[in-house]
C-alpha cells in the first residue's frame, strides 16, 4: 500500500509540475516581463493562470497546476 500512494504522489506531482510549465511557457509566449514577474510573484501567476491563459483544457490545467502539488504532498504524509 504503501508503494501505491508514493506511485500516485508521484504522479500528482508531475502532472503538477508539467501544468505549470504549460501555464509558465504561456506567459512568456505573451509577453516576456509576464514571465519574469510570474516566477518571482505567485499572485500573478494565478492571476495569470485565472483569467489571462487561454488554452482548452483551462480548468483542467489550471487546477492541475495549483492543487496537485498539494494533494501529493497530503499522500506523502499520510
Known sequence: MPILKL??????????LVCTVIIFIEMFKDAIWKGIVGLICWLY????A???FDHDNKWL???VSLFGAGVAGGLLRS
Do not use: H, P
Open 7 to 16: 506511485l500516485l504522489a508521484v504522479v500528482f506531482a508531475l502532472g503538477s
Open 45 to 48: 501567476f494565478l492571476y495569470f
Open 50 to 52: 485565472l483569467f489571462e
Open 61 to 63: 490545467v489550471v487546477i
